[in-house]
């Protein structure tokens, strides 16, 4: 009997295998790619079914095109299996930042910027860090909200009253306008501004800071900036 079951095991695990390998490469690639939009764009899926949906397709990824993070994906865990297959799949401009908490900070420095833009920090202080757009442009983000289902959430940003006032940002998420977070003490001094409370629902998306209101008057000496530290979102 032993040996009858031993035989049968060995039928059924070669059976696996030829099953596993009989599937076209190209078919698990696909199926891979459908996993992960699926992952990120689907709201019906709960923080764990999105992390496991993400394993599959890191699985069906290394059937189909073996790489070095092949070897370590078993070892992955929870927000290292999205910056995983982020990196594996989609090569996207800028970091992905995963959202996990109810208060998520985002440094200036740490997103992409567009335009004519310098990284600075400010005389004297320790860790102030701040991006400075010199001409109309803007500052953008990768997040990932791992989130069970739609949530409130406030986005504020951190900026400097630069003179002439005043100092006009927006805030898109995606396609969907937010709001403008109006500068205007003209001062030189740092305030937070924040926008009204806005939906967002589980998965990838772009947030958007955009600096509209440029100015330059050389003989009036006058030169308009916007700098900005860093946009927190606030769970409400």
Known sequence: IANKTF??????????????????????????????????????LSENGRLSMMRAALDNACVSWPTTACATRNEIVDANVLQTFDNYYLHQPGSLQLVISSRQVLKATDMRASGTSTRNHAPGVTNFEFMTLWGNGNLDARLFFMLDKSTWWTISVEAQHDSPPPVILQVLLDDQFIGDLIFDRGDSSWGNL????????????????????????????????????QIVLTRQ
């Not at 070669?14 to 990120?40: H, I």
């Open 7 to 44: 035989r049968i095991m060995i039928f059924l695990v070669t059976g696996v295998l030829a099953v596993v390998w009989a599937v076209p490469r190209p078919v698990l690639t696909n199926l891979a790619y459908l996993q992960a939009m699926t992952a990120y764009t689907s709201s019906g």
């Open 194 to 229: 924040s926008t009204e409370p806005v939906s967002i629902r589980p998965g990838l998306h772009w947030l958007h800071v955009l600096y509209v209101n440029d100015y330059f008057e050389p003989k009036a000496g006058q030169d308009r900036n916007a700098s900005i530290r």
